[in-house]
C-alpha cells in the first residue's frame, strides 16, 4: 500500500496508513531475526536470517521513516552489547559446545553491527531519502505539540479530555496557527491526555518494569525499546482508530489490523518481561518513578481549558455562556471568536449539534449558537441569545443578536446590510 510522498517520493506503508507506523512494526520485528541467526545451529538459518534481516531493511528503507532509521540503528547496538555481555541473543540460548556454527566474537558482531548500520544508511542514500533527515517543521512542530499536551493533561489530570479529543483541543486552543494535529504525535502522552493519570500510571509502570530485565530475553527487550520510542515520536499507537471498530478511523482494514498486531505485540513484550522481572521492590520503584513524572508534567499548567462530561470549560466554574457550533464551524475558530470578544468564560460540548451539561447551561447568562447550531435554540432555557453566521434560511427573532463572520461568507442573507448587523473579518 503506498501512503505519502516527500518531494515526489513515494513512501511506503506495507498496509498501513502511515509509513512511520509501518516503520515501527519493521524495526519491532528485526531483533528476533537476529536472535535467530545469531544463535541458529546451522548455516541455513543464519543465512535465512541475514536474507530476512536485508528484505527488512529495504522494506524500512521504502517508508522513508527518519525514526525507523534511528530506531533500527539503535536496536542494532542495543543488541550487540546484550550479546557481547553473555555472547547469548536470548536468556536460554543453546551451549556453544552443541552449536555446529560457532557463536560470533566480541569483535566479529561489532563488525557485524557496524556492516549492518552501513547498509542501512546506504539503502537511505540509494532511495533518495537522505533529503528527508533536514530540521523542518515536522519535527520543530513536535515540541510545541508536546507542550501543549503536557499543559492539557496538566488542566485534566485525573479523567482526562477523552478519547479522540487530545490533537483537537491543542489544535484549537493551545497551538499557534499552522499547526494542526489529530493525535499528540506521542503515544504514550497521547494516552495520559486521553485517559487520565490512572490508565498513565498503569501504562508506565509496566514500561519501567519491564526495563529492569535488560539481562535477559534480549531480543524481546531490544524490541520494546524501539517500540517505545517509535510511540515516543509519533502516535504509532493510534488511540481512537484502534477503538473504533465500526470504521476503523475511516481507514483501510489492513491498517487496522496491522495496527492491533503492533499494539499485541507491545503488550505480549510487556507482560512477558514484567513477569521476568516481577519484585515487590521493583514494582514500587516503577510505581514511585511514574508518579514522579506525571507530578512533573502536572507543572505544565496554564491556559489550557477543562472537559467534563464531554463539555470544554474555559474560565472558572461559574459559567457567563453557553456555546453550540454547527458541523461547519471549526472549533478553533469558535475559540479565536470567544478570546476576541472577551468570553473568558464559558462552556461548550466538544461534539458539534451535541446538547449536554444542562446543569450548567441552565447558570448560563447567555446562549451563543454558531451556524447550525441555531436549530437547539428550541432546548434553550429562557436566556439571551446570540446567533454567529446562522444560515440565511433560518427562522430566527429580530430581537435576537445576530453577528456574521466573512470568513463563513455563505451564511450572508441575500440583500444583508452590514450597517444593521456587524460582519467581522475573520
Known sequence: MMEFTFNGIVRHGFGFYNPNHAAAFICALMPFVWAAGFRGKHWPV???????????CIA?????????????????????????RSRHALSKP??????????????????????FIA?????????????????????????DIWKAGCALFASNPWQGVGLGNSGLLATSYLLRDGIECRTLINSHLTLLVEFGAGAGVIWLTMIFLSLCSWKRHSASFVSLIGLCFSAFSASIFDWEMLF?????????????ILAWCMLLLFVFLLLRLCIASWSPKRVLGSVAASAFLLCVLATFGGT??????????????GDKSAVFRGESFMMKDVAVFMQAHGFESYMMPIAPMAYGCEERISNCQRMILFGDAHELTAHMPDRPLVYVSPPEWAEISSKAEKIFLKRYADSLPFGFDSNKTPVEYY
Open 244 to 256: 473504533d471498530f465500526h470504521s476503523y478511523g475511516a481507514l483501510p482494514l489492513s491498517n487496522f
Open 304 to 317: 489550557a481549558p477543562k472537559v467534563s462530561k464531554n463539555c470544554i470549560i474555559v474560565g472558572h466554574a
Open 119 to 143: 547498509v542501512c544508511a546506504g539503502a537511505v542514500i540509494f532511495s533518495g531519502g537522505l533529503s528527508r533527515f533536514t530540521l523542518d517543521r515536522a519535527v520543530t512542530n513536535r515540541f
Open 60 to 84: 524500512l528503507a521504502m517508508t522513508f521513516s527518519r525514526t525507523g532509521l534511528m530506531v533500527v540503528i539503535l536496536q542494532a547496538v542495543l543488541f550487540c552489547l546484550a550479546h557481547n
Open 46 to 56: 543464519r543465512v535465512t536470517a541475514v536474507a530476512i534481516t536485508v528484505l527488512l
Open 94 to 115: 543453546p551451549s556453544e559446545t552443541t552449536a555446529s556454527v560457532p557463536l560470533p566474537s566480541k569483535s566479529i558482531t561489532w563488525l557485524i553491527c557496524l556492516l
